[in-house]
């Protein structure tokens, strides 16, 4: 039934395909994903994304503007004006830049509204441009006012890797999403709207982006704020700990306790083995929130009925934890790597020392591959080099070594501010992995 084909990867010769064109009456064109910047631009959808989500505040919360006809024209467009007339047409997230939308009803208003960039088919059924829609949702939008601040988040934006062409495909819809947070921020703080969006990116996918064109960098610099736990020193009064003794204020309010002075002294043991609490729980970690929250819970949910978390329940439950890390280390991994190459590379670093030079990794890499194909196709795309800069980014590998013979230990992390991985100094497994990955030592 089909007249036409798109090939992708073709090994037919020029003249099989005009013989094929001649006698089946197919026609064949060649396309290269990576050249084809339609396929690859995602800013208008996200424009409209951005737009159905305003449009839907207002439906759901009525006294966030003030209705008038631009209003109920913004709506109209979007589909949300409740009677029927676009709603769905459009769908939830149109997928390209420069699509032709049909549309099936009110003819009349949207030609008016479009102002001619509407083509009419016949009475019932019109094509239009996804720019064009987002052009007239502009136009409205200028003139709405809103009597409450509004605030849009996309949260924790992430990328994972299946296969190539996804992977630079979803890379691109995020650098999209940046791209238009900043569009919609200009627009309203030119007019002055009390309206403003926000993206939370992982920085390992915004260094993703330096291959994929229109660089953001310079956009994130700007007009971004980075987010880091490791502007303080270690003590009791760091921040992700303070984060901890106000959590449990708030519970001790909550159950009629009166709130202790020295909550982390009240809680937790002073020491644990030789380090002090604060080290403890810190240096087992990957200096983010998330990672103290998980090591509590777990104390908790295995011993419900203690009422500290002592030596006893935050030792027992180290592996699990530490198991928990690693897990979400494959997660992060996945943004840049396939599963079977993350698969390659726990198992590398199963068993392995937990200080080591690059030339003992490598050894290690090359015993795995000797019995692994996975391993011999994961080296032939990466260094052991660029997987060590990889991990070391992500907080999973690190630095530790003297500057000298009986010098002053060095040891450099990324949650520490350090920058680059020094691959020709001795390197180390992050101390809360050994578990899991039942380094030696």
């Not at 020029?14 to 631009?41: C, H, L, R, T, V």
């Not at 296969?163 to 919609?184: L, S």
């Not at 229109?214 to 610099?221: A, D, S, T």
């Not at 501010?417 to 992050?430: E, F, R």
């Amino acid at each position: 039934e089909c007249a036409h084909f798109v090939l992708f990867k073709s090994d037919l010769s020029e003249s099989a395909k005009m013989k094929i064109s001649a006698q089946a009456g197919w026609s064949f064109d060649e396309f290269d994903p990576a050249k084809s910047e339609i396929s690859q631009d995602f800013k208008e959808a996200w424009v409209w994304f951005l737009h159905h989500k305003i449009g839907q505040l207002f439906v759901q919360y009525p006294d966030l503007y003030v209705s008038d006809e631009h209003s109920a024209a913004y709506l109209k467009i979007l589909g949300l004006d409740g009677e029927g007339a676009f709603a769905k047409v459009l769908g939830y997230f149109p997928k390209l830049d420069g699509v032709k939308i049909k549309l099936k009803a009110s003819i009349p208003f949207f030609e008016a509204e479009l102002e001619g960039d509407i083509d009419t088919l016949n009475s019932t059924t019109s094509e239009v441009t996804l720019d064009a829609l987002n052009t007239a949702l502009w136009k409205r939008l200028e003139f709405i006012q809103t009597s409450k601040k509004i605030s849009l988040f996309f949260d924790e934006l992430e990328v994972f890797y299946h296969t190539k062409d996804q992977y630079m495909r979803d890379v691109r819809m995020v650098r999209d999403i940046i791209f238009t947070v900043d569009r919609f921020n200009d627009f309203f703080i030119r007019l002055g709207k009390n309206i403003r969006c926000f993206a939370a990116v992982r920085s390992e996918v915004l260094d993703a982006m330096s291959g994929v064109g229109q660089e953001v960098e310079r956009l994130v610099h700007d007009r971004g704020v980075n987010i880091s736990w490791n502007s303080a020193k270690r003590s009791l009064s760091h921040p992700l700990l303070q984060m901890i003794a106000k959590k449990i204020a708030a519970s001790e309010k909550e159950n009629g306790i009166p709130i202790s002075d020295n909550l982390l002294e009240k809680y937790f043991p002073k020491n644990i083995g030789s380090d002090n609490i604060d080290a403890y729980l810190l240096d087992n970690s990957f200096y983010r929130p998330r990672d103290l929250i998980w090591r509590l819970t777990i104390a908790q949910k295995a011993y419900p009925n203690d009422g500290m978390f002592s030596t006893e329940n935050l030792t027992r439950t180290a592996a699990e934890y530490s198991a928990k890390l690693w897990e979400e280390i494959r997660y992060e991994l996945s943004a840049s790597y396939s599963q079977s190459d993350v698969d390659v590379i726990t198992m590398a670093f199963s068993g392995a020392k937990s200080y080591f030079h690059l030339a003992d990794m490598e050894e290690r890499f090359t015993r795995v591959s000797r019995d692994s194909e996975r391993c011999r196709a994961l080296l032939k795309k990466r260094s052991v080099e660029e997987i060590l800069r990889d991990l070391f980014r992500l907080g999973a590998v690190g630095n530790d070594f003297r500057a000298s013979t009986h010098g002053e230990r060095r040891n450099r992390w990324v949650f520490r501010g350090d920058a680059t991985l020094l691959i020709d100094k001795q390197m180390v497994i992050n101390k809360a992995l050994w578990k899991h990955l039942s380094t030696t030592k």
